[in-house]
């Protein structure tokens, strides 16, 4: 527990897989490390649930940090190719947050789930003391519909096509030239600082997946999240016991992220990049995937296949996973650095 983030695979294999209560027979899905949902089932539907903190970042502004928050709830259960249903949230807020400033974050939150067909089930409201941004509580999203609807996270097959949407680095860029806009304009052009904030609303991958899903034969999704395209691929490889081929030309990347990264000196394919959805498909359906994400303007690409065999290899070499994600060492020092 020495680092920042998300622990790791061994902390999770050593402390908690091992311990996950009683086994029932109607868990179809138990955790996993780089498992982005569980399932279990009632009555013959299917319900898929993931639970996540609520990070609110006030520096965003309010209304902005909470449409983040709302879409980071979402997206775990969205990669189970259901749509999102019902949440329950519990807010353990600072006491300095206003009214005011709760009303913002709630009437956001309402907005996207009136959206998405979200209903709110239960929860929990307070102010204490000790409770700071960005993480002010955690909720748990539900998608519930058809077993046989159901992505699994071990899907991907020999065979397959890897597609990815958006490309690397997405939430590092949208956040942190979001909250550091000052410091990059002191040494980066106007364009390509206005080019890595427009990356902030890049950071939920729930329309990729709902479309990716209703459109062809996906066998796996992962959304990108700590540790980057290069945990994502790995996370995805290991989930299925298959081995990921992957081409560093193919990957999509929008435009702002590379000069952020330089920036912030961070390595675009090891940060955190919520909204960027990792895919395998059936080969067959590939190009139509591809094609009704263009249609809904979301950037996609085919990157590689999948194999026989165990990890990952970019041009033929081995990656393995970053483990640490630059982007909250980076966080931290912009912050010392911040007036």
């Known amino acids: 527990m020495d680092n920042l983030g998300k622990v790791d695979r061994e902390f999770f294999e050593e402390y908690i897989y091992?311990?996950?209560?009683?086994?029932?027979?109607?868990?179809?899905?138990?955790?996993?490390?780089?498992?982005?949902?569980?399932?279990?089932?009632?009555g013959g539907e299917a319900v898929a649930?993931?639970?996540?903190?609520?990070f609110i970042m006030p520096s965003l502004g309010f209304e902005r940090a909470a449409w983040f928050a709302f879409h980071i709830l979402m997206s775990d259960v969205a990669v189970s190719g259901l749509s999102p249903t019902h949440l329950a949230v519990d807010f353990n807020l600072p006491p300095e947050i206003t009214d005011e400033e709760f009303e913002t974050i709630w009437k956001t939150?309402?907005?996207?789930?009136?959206?998405?067909?979200?209903?709110?089930?239960?929860?929990h409201t307070a102010r204490y003391a000790g409770c700071n941004y960005p993480m002010v509580g955690g909720a748990n999203a539900m998608a519930v519909g058809d077993p046989n609807d159901i992505v699994r996270p071990n899907g991907a097959r020999p065979g397959d096509r890897v597609l990815l949407t958006k490309g690397p680095a997405v939430e590092a860029t949208g956040l942190l030239s979001i909250r550091f806009e000052d410091l990059m304009r002191e040494e980066l052009p106007e364009g390509p600082v206005e080019k890595a904030k427009d990356r902030f609303y890049d950071m939920s991958p729930v329309e990729d997946a709902l479309v990716a899903a209703g459109t062809g034969?996906?066998?796996?999704?992962?959304?990108?999240?700590?540790?980057?395209?290069?945990g994502a691929l790995v996370e995805m490889a290991r989930a299925s016991g298959v081995h990921l081929d992957v081409s560093q030309d193919s990957i999509p990347v929008l435009p702002g992220v590379l000069e952020a990264c330089e920036f912030f000196d961070i390595d675009p394919w090891k940060s955190i990049s919520e909204g960027t959805l990792l895919l395998s498909v059936a080969a067959e359906d590939a190009e139509?995937?591809?094609?009704?994400?263009?249609?809904?303007?979301?950037?996609?690409?085919?990157?590689?296949?999948?194999?026989?065999?165990?990890?990952?290899?970019?041009?033929?070499?081995?990656?393995?996973?970053?483990?640490?994600?630059?982007?909250?060492?980076?966080?931290?020092?912009?912050?010392?650095?911040?007036?």
């Open 18 to 42: 091992p311990h996950l209560g009683a086994e029932r027979d109607d868990v179809t899905l138990s955790p996993q490390h780089g498992v982005d949902f569980g399932v279990f089932e009632v």
């Open 49 to 54: 649930t993931a639970t996540d903190p609520i």
């Open 109 to 123: 939150f309402d907005r996207e789930a009136e959206e998405l067909g979200v209903s709110v089930v239960t929860g």
């Open 217 to 230: 034969n996906v066998t796996a999704m992962h959304d990108a999240t700590e540790g980057g395209v290069h």
């Open 288 to 339: 139509s995937v591809l094609s009704a994400l263009d249609d809904a303007e979301i950037l996609a690409a085919e990157i590689g296949d999948v194999r026989e065999g165990e990890g990952v290899e970019i041009d033929g070499e081995r990656i393995e996973h970053p483990e640490v994600d630059p982007f909250w060492g980076a966080f931290e020092e912009f912050m010392e650095r911040s007036p």
